[in-house]
């Protein structure tokens, strides 16, 4: 049996960065700009420490939920007061500042996201250039991959998920809570509506995380004796084809909603009703 050996046993010399001849440069300057942007604006809000909260209808920023500092009790905004804490507190007043309201939620959310595979792409590109864009060649000389302190962190972002998803079930809570009139019955007004498509949005984007189709249907070796999860796998995997789009659109939906209570918190605007 003979076998044939490559001309040459090195590699191509290309000395071009990259052949690519389109604008490939956008997408890591965009993204770099949108997320820099986005994280300057959660910080400041996350710090914040006021107009979180509009008892009147209940609605709460999920920048601070579930609320668990001593101010989230007897909030008053425009004559009306009421409790943002529907778990308890357990942070001082006098931490206001330095510890986020919502300190139980944030640091899981924040490596939710920092662990996701659609933003492991974006900042990796966009932050540290590894790569910049595919086919063009990175500034780097070494590759450890996610194998090293501290990307091998990474590996846990199938936990992350589970957190994540029980925050969705609080924001969900908070959601149904934003059904509130103005006597205290049923009703519905414009941040009812914002607070409600964010949390969908947020689902969409937790449940197309390829960790979460693993959990739905990984480890099956027949999946015609599971039909259940079977199904379960299928739509999950149709979400999972615009994962990467979730992610974006739920950090635009997340402003929306935190600026829209913010200011009517701040009795800057009133909030539209629609009913009661």
Not at 138 to 149: Q, W
Request: hydrophobic fraction near 45%; charged fraction near 15%.
């Amino acid at each position: 049996m003979s076998t044939v050996e490559a001309p040459g046993k090195e590699r191509a010399q290309i000395k071009e960065r990259t052949l690519r001849k389109d604008n490939w440069r956008i997408y890591p300057i965009t993204t770099f700009v949108i997320f820099t942007a986005w994280v300057v604006y959660a910080t400041i809000r996350a710090f914040w420490g006021a107009a979180f909260f509009v008892p009147e209808y209940h609605y709460l920023t999920p920048f601070y939920s579930p609320c668990v500092n001593e101010i989230c009790n007897n909030v008053t905004v425009n004559g009306h007061t009421g409790d943002a804490a529907e778990f308890g507190t357990f942070l001082p007043a006098e931490t206001r500042g330095w510890i986020p309201f919502a300190a139980l939620s944030l640091p899981f959310l924040l490596l939710f996201r920092l662990t996701c595979y659609y933003y492991r792409k974006a900042y990796y590109r966009s932050y540290w250039a590894s790569p910049p864009a595919c086919a063009v060649a990175e500034p780097h000389k070494k590759y450890s991959g996610e194998r090293r302190f501290p990307l091998i962190g990474q590996n846990l972002h199938r936990y992350f998920w589970i957190a994540a998803a029980v925050i969705s079930l609080i924001n969900t809570y908070d959601a149904i809570l934003a059904f509130h009139g103005k006597d205290g019955g049923f009703g519905i007004g414009l941040g009812t509506i914002i607070l409600w498509v964010n949390v969908i949005l947020l689902w969409l984007y937790t449940l197309s995380c390829h960790s979460c189709r693993h959990i739905v249907g990984g480890r099956l070796k027949n999946f015609s004796k599971h039909p259940v999860r079977y199904w379960m796998w299928g739509q999950v995997s149709k979400l999972n084809q615009q994962h990467g789009r979730y992610a974006l659109i739920t950090l635009g939906s997340l402003v929306v909603a935190d600026l829209y209570v913010a200011l009517v918190a701040s009795e800057t605007i009133s909030d539209l009703r629609i009913f009661n």
